[in-house]
């Protein structure tokens, strides 16, 4: 009897926190609706202020269900605006030959391995100052037969006199493997440049002729492909309009406190709205935080609102930035020190728009469900919506159903997050171990 009382009990117990999540698990569920697709694609919905407001920090019991109640795996993250990025491609060559011409030119010769992309462009490496030459560069696809790709392109030094440094030659477009690269002394038309800038400096002009003869010294030639991608530049701000302001003066510190009511919303900027004019106010933004059990504030950031308006000059800069954060409540602090406190108007909130991205499956419908104090952060695969992500593919836009009545459902009873109380739990195991006493008292009767 005691042996099936432990197999019966503990198990029991052992399963309280395991509950997998299912639609009913959550406090409200929403209607996801798509474009008909003929194979799996991305998809995103943007994310509004009643999910915010009824999920917490993280988005831990923020779930998506197709209609036959499975969960399916999902990846939440702000908008970004994107910026295209021009990356270089080192591509390696191997020097096949160097040599002096006549004329104080050299030439040296580079072949490229063909597994190799072609070169749009290379950077001639020397150690040498105050220097103008040109460059010729051919190219071939044997290394025999040779075509001319740029004609008298000219690199110069003029660093002792301004910040002037050229030493890349662009090419044109090629599908060459073998680069012949002549460097020579440049014309007198040429070299006027550097000429100028000699007599400039208090020298005589042969002192310029006297650099153009000058042996030229190469260190490398690095050669290079550029690549493009389009990167994740700045998030996207939307305004989360607040849930309510208390704005309060407080002359013994000489201050203005604004309570936000925030509805969770993720915020990392606000924005003063006063008809005020010619001012700048110091000022905090605080988050509520608990520390041995008491309740204080923490701050954020801090800043100063600016406005001037003058003849002739204005400035209006009554923005305040500050880490996202997604809080119940703001408190900020406006530091008025001996002026006049500013007349608020409102202030408004924002911070990055989030969507929520998955693969979606033709002929197949979506709800989105949230709210639940228990739910721990899923731990889903996704590797194919990061990778998705990463090659550019734009994702179909859903939408998601609004927010009303029809969306909500009441709260279901919950075994796991009931069993999980502290209170129903201990009592759980007391009766148990009052029901084990029980049989060992009746074990040790039968024994007596």
């Given at each position: 009897?005691?042996?099936?009382?432990?197999?019966?009990?503990?198990?029991?117990?052992?399963?309280?926190?395991?509950?997998?999540?299912?639609?009913?698990?959550?406090?409200?569920?929403?209607?996801?609706?798509?474009?008909?697709?003929?194979?799996?694609?991305?998809?995103?919905?943007?994310?509004?202020?009643?999910?915010?407001?009824?999920?917490?920090?993280?988005?831990?019991?923020?779930?998506?269900?197709?209609?036959?109640?499975?969960?399916?795996?999902?990846?939440?993250?702000?908008?970004?605006?994107?910026?295209?990025?021009?990356?270089?491609?080192?591509?390696?060559?191997?020097?096949?030959?160097?040599?002096?011409?006549?004329?104080?030119?050299?030439?040296?010769?580079?072949?490229?391995?063909?597994?190799?992309?072609?070169?749009?462009?290379?950077?001639?490496?020397?150690?040498?100052?105050?220097?103008?030459?040109?460059?010729?560069?051919?190219?071939?696809?044997?290394?025999?037969?040779?075509?001319?790709?740029?004609?008298?392109?000219?690199?110069?030094?003029?660093?002792?006199?301004?910040?002037?440094?050229?030493?890349?030659?662009?090419?044109?477009?090629?599908?060459?493997?073998?680069?012949?690269?002549?460097?020579?002394?440049?014309?007198?038309?040429?070299?006027?440049?550097?000429?100028?800038?000699?007599?400039?400096?208090?020298?005589?002009?042969?002192?310029?002729?006297?650099?153009?003869?000058?042996?030229?010294?190469?260190?490398?030639?690095?050669?290079?492909?550029?690549?493009?991608?389009?990167?994740?530049?700045?998030?996207?701000?939307?305004?989360?309009?607040?849930?309510?302001?208390?704005?309060?003066?407080?002359?013994?510190?000489?201050?203005?406190?604004?309570?936000?009511?925030?509805?969770?919303?993720?915020?990392?900027?606000?924005?003063?709205?006063?008809?005020?004019?010619?001012?700048?106010?110091?000022?905090?933004?605080?988050?509520?935080t608990v520390t041995?059990?008491?309740?204080?504030?923490?701050?954020?950031?801090?800043?100063?609102?600016?406005?001037?308006?003058?003849?002739?000059?204005?400035?209006?800069?009554?923005?305040?930035?500050?880490?996202?954060?997604?809080?119940?409540?703001?408190?900020?602090?406006?530091?008025?020190?001996?002026?006049?406190?500013?007349?608020?108007?409102?202030?408004?909130?924002?911070?990055?728009?989030?969507?929520l991205l998955w693969?979606?499956?033709?002929?197949?419908?979506?709800?989105?469900?949230?709210?639940?104090?228990?739910?721990?952060?899923?731990?889903?695969?996704?590797?194919?919506?990061?990778?998705?992500?990463?090659?550019?593919?734009?994702?179909?836009?859903?939408?998601?159903?609004?927010?009303?009545?029809?969306?909500?459902?009441?709260k279901h009873f919950?075994?796991?997050?009931?069993?999980?109380?502290?209170?129903?739990?201990?009592?759980?195991?007391?009766?148990?171990?009052?029901?084990?006493?029980?049989?060992?008292?009746?074990?040790?009767?039968?024994?007596?």
């Amino acid at each position: 009897m005691k042996k099936f009382l432990l197999r019966a009990v503990f198990p029991l117990l052992a399963a309280v926190p395991a509950f997998a999540a299912a639609p009913a698990d959550l406090d409200v569920t929403r209607e996801v609706h798509g474009p008909r697709i003929a194979e799996p694609r991305l998809a995103e919905v943007r994310l509004d202020a009643a999910v915010l407001a009824a999920t917490r920090p993280g988005f831990p019991d923020l779930r998506l269900f197709d209609t036959a109640g499975t969960e399916i795996p999902r990846a939440i993250e702000p908008l970004y605006t994107t910026r295209t990025q021009t990356n270089r491609q080192a591509i390696a060559a191997t020097a096949t030959e160097l040599r002096e011409l006549s004329g104080n030119r050299i030439e040296a010769r580079f072949e490229i391995p063909r597994n190799m992309p072609n070169p749009d462009a290379f950077d001639i490496r020397t150690p040498l100052k105050d220097f103008i030459r040109t460059v010729n560069v051919s190219g071939s696809r044997d290394g025999i037969t040779w075509q001319p790709l740029v004609q008298n392109a000219v690199i110069f030094d003029y660093t002792r006199y301004m910040d002037l440094r050229r030493t890349e030659i662009p090419l044109p477009s090629n599908v060459l493997h073998y680069f012949s690269i002549e460097i020579g002394n440049a014309s007198e038309e040429r070299a006027q440049p550097l000429i100028r800038l000699v007599q400039r400096d208090g020298r005589d002009s042969s002192r310029a002729f006297d650099l153009l003869q000058t042996p030229f010294r190469i260190d490398g030639v690095d050669f290079w492909r550029e690549t493009t991608l389009q990167a994740q530049d700045k998030p996207v701000l939307q305004e989360w309009p607040h849930a309510g302001i208390q704005v309060k003066q407080e002359p013994k510190t000489k201050t203005t406190e604004i309570h936000l009511e925030t509805a969770l919303a993720p915020l990392s900027r606000i924005q003063l709205e006063t008809p005020a004019h010619n001012f700048q106010r110091r000022a905090s933004v605080m988050v509520p935080t608990v520390t041995n059990g008491r309740r204080s504030w923490r701050s954020i950031g801090n800043g100063a609102f600016t406005r001037v308006d003058l003849p002739g000059y204005a400035r209006d800069d009554v923005a305040l930035d500050f880490p996202e954060t997604r809080a119940e409540e703001l408190r900020i602090v406006i530091h008025d020190d001996d002026n006049p406190p500013l007349e608020i108007a409102d202030l408004h909130t924002f911070g990055p728009a989030y969507r929520l991205l998955w693969l979606a499956d033709p002929g197949t419908d979506y709800r989105l469900a949230y709210g639940n104090e228990e739910l721990a952060l899923p731990d889903y695969d996704l590797f194919a919506i990061r990778t998705a992500l990463e090659k550019g593919l734009a994702p179909d836009v859903w939408q998601l159903a609004e927010a009303g009545p029809a969306a909500a459902i009441a709260k279901h009873f919950r075994l796991g997050a009931f069993l999980a109380r502290p209170a129903v739990f201990g009592s759980l195991l007391f009766l148990a171990a009052l029901a084990l006493l029980g049989l060992l008292a009746k074990a040790l009767k039968k024994a007596a």
